[in-house]
């Protein structure tokens, strides 16, 4: 576990910090924040997808070979970002840099998680992954810290500059340290079923983005959603088909295995495209500044990082059920809480806000990783939390798209109320659905 939380630390830190810089990039670019929100999720869902095939990479050339290959992408797309000259060439940037830390992130998470698994016993496991997901979820908090200060004072390019620094000592502390391992299988990449996936999902979020905005025919619109649930329809097909698809049919028919992803998706739908709207109400509504927001926000991941440790203890004692209904319960009340603040401009509400959505989502991410985890056989381990790591992910990028469309362009009280609510429906549709866990775990 050491050895593997120091990288997914540093990936899933660089994925997020932009976040708070959407604003900012949307006005320096001349595009709306709908498109200019595309330099987070469209990272996200590259990473997604990659993070899928990552793994396999490192099966077929090597995990070190993969992961270098993967580090030196990196050290060259980062700094580019920030030298970008439109907002098209950002997200295509961006997109590289999650194919990036996509792969990277499958060599290391899905075999990092199978092995924090395999490494203790059932009666202890959700406590492993509890300290896992609390160690990961500090991350977020210093990349909202850093990032925040940095794109204050000197602004959002300085940010790329700073992780393209980063990424560079990332590459050299890799190849002196990461040794050769793997490599040498013959096993199938599902590349259709990553461009279907990938491209769907891009088309429907594009069509949202487009939906009313001026000049853009609500037929566009609807024709690009439509493409997407096409591709999405094909997806399933190919993976019906192909030996080792991305998302396995059969597993996704495993009651304890399938109700917990789609939990954590719609729990990370409302949780990330939190993250992403909440700098906003924290400049548009409340007056404050972006370097003094963002030192506020860290008081969620870090809550979330408590939680998630806790959550390890927690999961026993209440059940595989009760857990994420509790945990998805208060994640629907902070966003209300949100939505408050947002209609009256109240720091209190707010802080109430950030502490109740991290408390909540914090104690049921241990529980519903253990619980999908504990489905299926420990020999499938790697391949299930790459599925689940893929669907989330999905999950993320959707909730962060989705509410970022909602606000608008001309964010008020009213729209980011809406946007907030939005979280808290797709909140107490995942307390629906943990209602159908079963609570009687394996062992």
């Known amino acids: 576990m050491a050895a593997i939380v120091p990288v997914q630390f540093g990936v899933s830190m660089s994925l997020t910090v932009i976040a708070v810089a959407v604003g900012d990039i949307a006005r320096d670019l001349d595009t709306g924040t709908g498109a200019a929100s595309w330099t987070v999720t469209g990272a996200i869902l590259a990473s997604a997808v990659s993070t899928s095939l990552g793994g396999k990479f490192g099966d077929i050339y090597g995990h070190r070979r993969a992961f270098l290959a993967a580090a030196v ?89 700073f992780f393209g620094v980063i990424a560079v000592v990332g590459l050299v502390t890799s190849a002196a340290v990461v040794r050769p391992m793997g490599g040498g299988l013959e096993v199938s990449i599902d590349y259709w079923g990553g461009l279907t996936l990938s491209a769907g999902v891009a088309l429907v979020l594009v069509g949202l983005t487009l939906l009313g905005n001026d000049g853009v025919g609500t037929s566009v619109s609807i024709v690009l959603m439509g493409g997407g649930v096409v591709l999405l329809a094909a997806f399933a097909r190919i993976e019906q088909r192909v030996p080792e ?6 597993y996704l028919r495993k009651r304890n295995f399938s109700i917990p992803i789609w939990v954590v998706t719609l729990a990370n739908f409302s949780f990330m495209g939190g993250l992403v709207i909440t700098p906003f109400l924290f400049t548009e509504r409340l ?45 629907a009340v902070g966003m209300v809480f949100f939505a408050l ?5 109240s720091l209190g509400w707010t802080v109430a806000g950030l502490f109740v959505v991290a408390i909540g ?53 009213n729209s980011l109320a809406n946007s907030y609510l939005l979280g808290a429906a797709a909140a107490v549709l995942a307390v629906a659905l943990s209602l159908a866990i079963s609570p009687r775990p394996r062992y």
């Open 73 to 161: 992408m990196l050290v060259v797309v980062t700094p580019l970002s920030g030298l970008a000259w439109s907002i098209e060439s950002l997200i295509g940037f961006r997109v590289a840099a999650g194919v990036a830390n996509g792969v990277a992130n499958g060599v290391a998470t899905a075999a990092g998680t199978a092995m924090v698994l395999l490494a203790f016993p059932i009666s202890t496991r959700s406590r492993a992954i509890g300290w896992y997901q609390s160690a990961l979820s500090g991350a977020p908090a210093i990349g909202l810290i850093v990032g925040g200060q940095i794109v204050e004072q000197f602004g959002w390019r300085w940010v790329f500059a």
């Open 245 to 250: 698809p991305i998302i396995s049919m059969d």
């Open 287 to 331: 007056g404050w500044g972006l370097g003094a927001a963002t030192l506020l926000l860290a008081v969620r991941p870090i809550t979330f990082s408590s939680c998630a440790f806790a959550g390890g203890y927690i999961h026993p004692r209440l059940g595989a059920r009760m857990t994420p209904v509790v945990g998805s319960s208060l994640l």
């Open 341 to 345: 603040s947002a209609w009256q401009a």
């Open 361 to 413: 989502h914090g104690i049921q991410l241990p529980s519903l990783t253990t619980t999908a985890s504990d489905a299926v056989e420990p020999e499938d381990y790697g391949v299930a939390s790459g599925m689940r790591g893929t669907l989330t992910q999905v999950g993320v990028t959707t909730g962060m798209q989705t509410m970022v469309i909602v606000i608008g362009t001309d964010i008020t009280g």
